[in-house]
């Protein structure tokens, strides 16, 4: 008969303990990327969703940038037990900005422009559901770009007094023109010149749910369907769609939930003091 211990986690914010036949990797908080290793053939559920896994029993999941604190896995090993596994997420503070005097027609585009913004949308949308067996996910990630971080994950703007949208990637500032790498390899699920919003834009579709998109870029290096390997040129930095002036936004996504890139990185700080 086989005996199974778990230990349920309160308040913790980084995970690299065996929590049973599971192992975790990553931080317990709001927008992170987890990833983790089972028992190969173990079925997993995230708060009664299933989570894909791999045959040797690799899996990826995140949390949003507001989520509810209270989270659940449950297990259910190769033999048929299961196992629940409750864990609450640490909290996290953003940075909130006032911006007033914007003009009426940035803050709301014209119908026109709104059309083609939602088509945009249903394109990134759609790149982003895809499924694929892709096992990249599971490498160590690097920066697609190094330098100055000008924008992070989770900030928020008030514009004129009114809440705009989260900032769900971070922004690295550089030169137009300056090569774009991709930050862990894939399939190149998306490649437009010119969307409303973002520009250029390209997505890298790791495997498993697991995706990288990149904002603003100037010139494209490949189109949908590419493989791309881990630190290839894939793109340039630019200042297209509606930006103030050139940097790359490189942004995470587990299928829709839009997470922290720089969960799976290295600090920027540790990066450059190497160079």
Request: include cysteine; hydrophobic fraction near 40%.
């Amino acid at each position: 008969m086989r005996l199974v211990c778990f230990l349920v986690l309160i308040n913790v914010s980084v995970i690299q303990s065996v929590l049973a036949d599971v192992q975790f990797f990553g931080e317990v908080q709001p927008g992170a990327v987890i990833r983790a290793k089972t028992t190969p053939g173990t079925q997993v559920f995230l708060n009664d969703k299933a989570i894909k896994v791999t045959p040797d029993g690799q899996f990826v999941f995140g949390f949003s940038r507001q989520p509810e604190l209270s989270q659940s896995l449950r297990l259910v090993y190769p033999d048929g037990l299961s196992q629940f596994v409750p864990f609450t997420l640490s909290e996290r503070d953003y940075q909130i900005q006032k911006v007033n005097g914007i003009s009426k027609k940035i803050m709301k585009p014209d119908p026109k422009a709104q059309l083609r913004a939602a088509k945009d949308s249903g394109e990134v949308k759609a790149a982003r559901a895809v499924f694929s067996p892709n096992l990249a996910f599971t490498q160590d990630f690097i920066w697609p770009l190094t330098g100055r971080i000008s924008g992070v994950y989770g900030s928020q703007r008030f514009y004129n007094g009114k809440p705009g949208t989260p900032h769900y990637g971070v922004d690295v500032a550089a030169k137009t023109g300056t090569a774009v790498v991709a930050p862990a390899s894939g399939t190149v699920s998306l490649s437009v010149k010119d969307m409303f919003y973002s520009g250029g834009t390209l997505i890298i579709d790791h495997g498993y749910g697991l995706s990288s998109s990149f904002l603003h870029l100037s010139k494209l290096y490949v189109k949908v369907g590419d493989t791309v390997k881990q630190g290839q040129p894939i793109a340039e930095v630019g200042a297209t769609g509606r930006v103030t002036g050139p940097h790359l936004d490189w942004r995470v996504n587990w299928y829709q939930m839009r997470l922290d890139p720089t969960t799976v990185v290295p600090s920027m700080a540790s990066v450059l003091a190497k160079k």
